[in-house]
């Protein structure tokens, strides 16, 4: 049967089990939207501006695992996409991008609204396409979603002429994606595996740093077996947590430039250092020539690539993490580790990372703490980029897998309300709360009204300290106090939710936050919470940029610290 | 610092130099020459790169190289077997009273004198880059108008193994551009 490219385009769509698509169209784009109420399966989420759309489909594929889908005409609606797409690509996720481009004579005329999408995306995506005939839109999609959620996980762009997606052709949708050469490799190598074993096995003062690829693998039961089965103090980077439940005894937080001082020291004292699913990246190694100076390295990825590329290793594996796990558990000795773990707890009790100062004003990690409280730590947490990033990376204890949603490698202002969208709208039972910070809320704040046209329940929680705070530290810790172009001033927040159709509560007291968040949760729809925080609030603990893991500093008045508690790490509310 | 070849068999598309210069200059990767042309395969390019670097670098060059979907084998051949050769055209200035030195000069290299002009020939020299190295020494004393070289190439020595190769595109010219 012939079918126009925009209609295979539907089929093909639908044949990759896509749910939900989120773009905004335009003139090049016109065939392809013209035929979608023909495909009632795909739900469309119009979006307000096209970064909004890479954000929500790089959401809603952290959330569900499915790859996210994003839709842009040509010219700007395509580079509008640019900032989302490389966010996807660092952070390793799965997503399909369609733009449209002009029709075929027109391409290398700078014809009205012509741009080298293709050339653009070329370095931040897995790989990109643009289709010169109709017959080829079907094997073209089916590689593409095959790219993007298969290997390393990462974006796949396709440019579609507005001409192929009116030409006719056949429709046969491939079976398999031709692509011979592109092999992931899955399994690991058995005799490396053994190797792995043989130094976990003998090893006094394992750690383990587990990543995002845990998540992607879904690893989760065969990693806890690992940590039980062997007795190994596990820490993760900012992207891997979640992949481990955070109030497990051996869960010692996140590592790294804003890790725990504990996590930090478990590191740089380690003998062994067994990597899951990471890629080392300098926030999480911080200075990378004193890293883990004492430890032999497993290294267990699915990217070649990424074995050695920033720090030395003894042992790599390449593969899947689950698929390793499964293998390596099997050679795994129960030990106990008396020693090392009781060094750890010690160093957990005299540094305690996460104690919130008590008194009157309304602490942003307070904020957060109670939003765990309150949700029961069951809710999914997605974050814009700062200080407020970092508190809900910190204050909030992940048991749940897969619940902290973060923009990690390009660290992109602006990723959080989309996101938490795309998240809502993947998992629609779920409990989502976007948090915020001012000046990240304002990088992307037109789609409220997506939110409200699109009934995604979402809460946001804006952490409003008046200041681009991460900067801001920065420039209070390393630049004598000048505050360059970092207060900010913000509409009311408030006002502008009610504008956009949404309810809205400003919050400046502590005794008025826990109230707030039930009313939030309570309202069916999305919901808009102002918080009004301590304004010169910084983030501890943190590695000076240039310093070892060793150097972490803490935060000053933390010296007075509370008797010691089982697990001071994450102090209930109620202790404060 | 060594030198490293390395040989990659990439699809006959053309995005794909550019996606491998874009990756050779993000990655800050120095390549002293690249030569590409077809293969025995028809829709596959056989490249020859020459990487200056250690060790570590030239395995992050390859590894890097092996995750672009389009590029179908990777391998650093350094230290295999292998034949290489250069092609180089030297246009050197020659009069009458140097002209004769200068052929005496090609016939030792087994090189081959392709155009003569009144006051040049053009020299048309293979080998590996010692010997146009070599040659393009001797000439430097009579003058060297132009010179451009090919880069290497290089190819095993011995047995092949066959190739993980995408279907051939359907006789309707499926040819995905880029
Ligand atoms: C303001 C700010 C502060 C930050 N501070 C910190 C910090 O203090 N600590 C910190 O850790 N990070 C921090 N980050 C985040 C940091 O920049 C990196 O994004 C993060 O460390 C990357 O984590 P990752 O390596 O686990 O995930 P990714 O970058 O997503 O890497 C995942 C790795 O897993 C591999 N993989 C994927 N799928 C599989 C599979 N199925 N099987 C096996 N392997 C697989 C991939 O090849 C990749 O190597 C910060 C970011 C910002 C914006
Ligand atoms: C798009 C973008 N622009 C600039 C930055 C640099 N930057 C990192 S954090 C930050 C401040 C964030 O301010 P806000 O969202 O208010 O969060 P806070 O740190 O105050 O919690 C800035 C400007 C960035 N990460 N992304
Ligand atoms: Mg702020």
Same mark, same amino acid.
């Given at each position: 049967?012939?079918?126009?490219?925009?209609?295979?385009?539907?089929?093909?769509?639908?044949?990759?089990?896509?749910?939900?698509?989120?773009?905004?169209?335009?003139?090049?784009?016109?065939?392809?939207?013209?035929?979608?109420?023909? @495909?009632? $399966?795909?739900?469309?989420?119009?979006?307000?501006?096209? $970064?909004?759309?890479?954000?929500?489909?790089?959401?809603?594929?952290?959330? #569900? /695992?499915?790859?996210?889908?994003?839709?842009?005409?040509?010219? *700007?609606?395509?580079?509008?996409?640019?900032?989302?797409?490389?966010?996807?690509?660092?952070?390793?996720?799965?997503?399909?991008?369609?733009?449209?481009?002009?029709?075929?004579?027109?391409?290398?005329?700078?014809?009205?609204?012509?741009?080298?999408?293709?050339?653009?995306?070329?370095?931040?995506?897995?790989?990109?396409?643009?289709?010169?005939?109709?017959?080829?839109?079907?094997?073209?999609?089916?590689?593409?979603?095959?790219?993007?959620?298969?290997?390393? *996980? /990462?974006?796949? =762009?396709?440019?579609? *002429?507005?001409?192929?997606?009116?030409?006719?052709?056949?429709?046969? @949708?491939?079976?398999?994606?031709?692509?011979?050469?592109?092999?992931?490799?899955?399994?690991?190598?058995?005799?490396?595996?053994?190797?792995?074993?043989?130094?976990?096995?003998?090893?006094?003062?394992?750690?383990?740093?587990?990543?995002?690829?845990?998540?992607?693998?879904?690893?989760?039961? &065969?990693?806890?077996?690992?940590?039980?089965?062997?007795?190994?103090?596990?820490?993760?980077?900012?992207?891997?947590?979640?992949?481990?439940?955070?109030?497990?005894?051996?869960?010692?937080? !996140?590592?790294?430039?804003?890790?725990?001082? @504990?996590?930090?020291?478990?590191?740089?004292?380690?003998?062994?250092?067994?990597?899951?699913? !990471?890629?080392?990246?300098?926030?999480?190694?911080?200075?990378?020539?004193?890293?883990?100076?004492?430890?032999?390295?497993?290294?267990?990825?699915?990217?070649?690539?990424?074995?050695?590329?920033?720090?030395?290793?003894?042992?790599?594996?390449?593969?899947?993490?689950?698929?390793?796990?499964?293998?390596?558990?099997?050679?795994?000795?129960?030990?106990?580790?008396?020693?090392?773990?009781?060094? =750890?707890?010690?160093?957990?009790?005299?540094?305690?990372?996460?104690?919130?100062?008590?008194?009157?004003?309304?602490? *942003?990690?307070?904020?957060?703490?109670?939003?765990?409280?309150? #949700?029961?730590?069951?809710?999914?947490?997605?974050?814009?980029?700062?200080?407020?990033?970092?508190?809900?990376? $910190?204050?909030?204890?992940?048991?749940?897998?897969?619940?902290?949603?973060?923009?990690?490698?390009?660290?992109?202002?602006?990723? /959080?309300?989309?996101?938490?969208?795309?998240?809502?709208?993947?998992?629609?039972?779920?409990?989502?709360?976007?948090?915020?910070?001012?000046?990240?809320?304002?990088?992307?704040?037109?789609?409220?009204?997506?939110?409200?046209?699109?009934?995604?329940?979402?809460?946001?929680?804006?952490?409003?300290?008046?200041?681009?705070?991460?900067?801001?530290?920065? $420039?209070?810790?390393?630049?004598?106090?000048?505050?360059?172009?970092?207060?900010?001033?913000?509409?009311?927040?408030?006002?502008? +939710?009610?504008?956009?159709?949404?309810?809205? =509560?400003?919050?400046?007291?502590?005794?008025?936050? +826990?109230?707030?968040?039930?009313?939030?949760?309570?309202?069916?729809?999305?919901? =808009?919470?102002?918080?009004?925080? &301590?304004?010169?609030?910084?983030?501890?603990?943190?590695?000076?940029?240039?310093?070892?893991?060793?150097?972490?500093?803490? &935060?000053?008045?933390?010296?007075?610290?509370?008797?010691?508690?089982?697990?001071?790490?994450?102090?209930?509310?109620?202790?404060? | 610092?060594?030198?490293?070849?390395?040989?990659?068999?990439?699809?006959?598309?053309?995005?794909?130099?550019?996606?491998?210069?874009?990756?050779?200059?993000?990655?800050?990767?120095?390549?002293?020459?690249?030569?590409?042309?077809?293969?025995?395969?028809?829709?596959?390019?056989?490249?020859?790169?020459?990487?200056?670097?250690?060790?570590?670098?030239?395995?992050?060059?390859?590894?890097?190289?092996?995750?672009?979907?389009?590029?179908?084998?990777?391998?650093?051949?350094?230290?295999?077997?292998?034949?290489?050769?250069?092609?180089?055209?030297?246009?050197?200035?020659?009069?009458?009273?140097?002209?004769?030195?200068?052929?005496?000069?090609?016939?030792?290299?087994?090189?081959?004198?392709?155009?003569?002009?009144?006051?040049?020939?053009?020299?048309?020299?293979?080998?590996?880059?010692?010997?146009?190295?070599?040659?393009?020494?001797?000439?430097?004393?009579?003058?060297?108008?132009?010179?451009?070289?090919?880069?290497?190439?290089?190819?095993?020595?011995?047995?092949?193994?066959?190739?993980?190769?995408?279907?051939?595109?359907?006789?309707?010219?499926?040819?995905?551009?880029?």
């Amino acid at each position: 049967m012939k079918l126009t490219g925009a209609q295979m385009i539907g089929e093909s769509l639908v044949k990759e089990g896509v749910e939900v698509i989120f773009g905004i169209l335009g003139g090049s784009l016109l065939p392809l939207y013209d035929v979608l109420p023909h @495909y009632p $399966q795909l739900r469309h989420i119009l979006v307000r501006h096209e $970064q909004g759309a890479a954000h929500a489909a790089d959401g809603y594929a952290r959330a #569900t /695992g499915k790859v996210g889908v994003c839709l842009a005409t040509s010219g *700007p609606g395509a580079t509008n996409l640019v900032t989302g797409i490389a966010n996807a690509c660092l952070d390793s996720v799965p997503m399909v991008a369609i733009t449209g481009q002009v029709a075929r004579p027109f391409i290398g005329k700078d014809a009205f609204q012509e741009v080298d999408i293709t050339g653009i995306t070329m370095p931040i995506t897995k790989h990109n396409y643009l289709v010169m005939d109709a017959a080829s839109v079907p094997e073209t999609i089916k590689e593409a979603f095959h790219l993007a959620r298969t290997g390393r *996980p /990462g974006p796949v =762009l396709i440019d579609l *002429p507005r001409d192929v997606q009116i030409d006719q052709a056949e429709f046969n @949708y491939p079976s398999k994606p031709n692509l011979p050469s592109y092999k992931p490799i899955l399994k690991g190598h058995p005799a490396q595996i053994k190797k792995a074993a043989k130094l976990i096995n003998e090893a006094k003062k394992p750690v383990i740093i587990a990543g995002r690829g845990v998540i992607i693998s879904a690893a989760f039961a &065969e990693l806890k077996e690992l940590v039980e089965q062997a007795q190994i103090p596990l820490v993760t980077t900012l992207l891997g947590i979640s992949c481990f439940p955070e109030s497990h005894v051996l869960s010692y937080g !996140m590592l790294g430039m804003h890790g725990m001082a @504990y996590a930090n020291m478990a590191v740089d004292a380690a003998d062994l250092i067994i990597a899951i699913g !990471m890629r080392f990246d300098d926030r999480a190694t911080a200075k990378v020539s004193d890293f883990a100076p004492h430890a032999h390295v497993i290294h267990i990825d699915i990217d070649p690539a990424e074995i050695g590329k920033n720090v030395r290793v003894d042992v790599p594996i390449v593969g899947d993490v689950k698929a390793v796990l499964k293998e390596l558990n099997k050679l795994i000795v129960a030990a106990k580790r008396i020693d090392w773990i009781r060094q =750890l707890d010690d160093w957990r009790r005299e540094h305690p990372s996460l104690v919130i100062r008590p008194g009157e004003s309304l602490l *942003p990690q307070y904020v957060i703490r109670q939003i765990y409280e309150v #949700t029961n730590g069951e809710a999914t947490i997605v974050t814009g980029v700062g200080q407020h990033q970092m508190w809900a990376a $910190q204050h909030y204890w992940y048991d749940k897998p897969n619940t902290f949603i973060s923009s990690g490698g390009l660290g992109t202002m602006g990723f /959080g309300l989309p996101a938490a969208i795309g998240a809502k709208v993947g998992c629609p039972n779920d409990t989502v709360w976007c948090i915020d910070g001012d000046g990240s809320l304002q990088m992307t704040i037109q789609e409220l009204a997506t939110a409200v046209q699109e009934k995604v329940a979402v809460k946001i929680a804006v952490l409003h300290n008046n200041y681009l705070g991460m900067v801001r530290q920065w $420039q209070e810790m390393f630049y004598g106090k000048r505050y360059v172009a970092t207060p900010l001033s913000s509409p009311d927040f408030v006002k502008v +939710a009610e504008a956009y159709g949404l309810p809205g =509560l400003r919050v400046e007291r502590r005794e008025e936050v +826990a109230p707030a968040i039930q009313q939030a949760m309570a309202e069916p729809g999305p919901f =808009l919470i102002d918080f009004i925080v &301590e304004p010169e609030e910084n983030v501890y603990p943190m590695v000076p940029p240039g310093a070892s893991l060793a150097e972490v500093l803490e &935060e000053p008045e933390k010296k007075t610290k509370p008797k010691a508690v089982k697990d001071s790490a994450k102090l209930p509310v109620s202790n404060i | 610092m060594p030198k490293h070849t390395i040989i990659a068999l990439v699809e006959d598309k053309p995005g794909v130099l550019n996606h491998m210069a874009s990756l050779f200059r993000r990655r800050g990767f120095n390549i002293e020459s690249i030569a590409v042309g077809r293969s025995e395969v028809p829709h596959l390019s056989r490249m020859t790169l020459v990487v200056n670097g250690g060790n570590t670098m030239v395995e992050q060059v390859r590894k890097q190289l092996d995750k672009v979907v389009d590029v179908v084998k990777v391998s650093d051949i350094t230290s295999d077997k292998v034949i290489t050769r250069e092609l180089a055209l030297i246009k050197v200035k020659a009069t009458s009273s140097t002209r004769s030195e200068v052929m005496q000069i090609v016939d030792i290299f087994r090189a081959n004198i392709v155009d003569v002009a009144a006051d040049s020939v053009t020299v048309e020299v293979t080998g590996d880059e010692n010997k146009i190295d070599s040659l393009l020494n001797l000439l430097r004393g009579f003058g060297i108008r132009e010179l451009t070289r090919t880069g290497r190439i290089a190819l095993t020595r011995g047995e092949t193994k066959p190739l993980p190769v995408k279907k051939p595109p359907k006789a309707k010219g499926q040819k995905p551009t880029k």
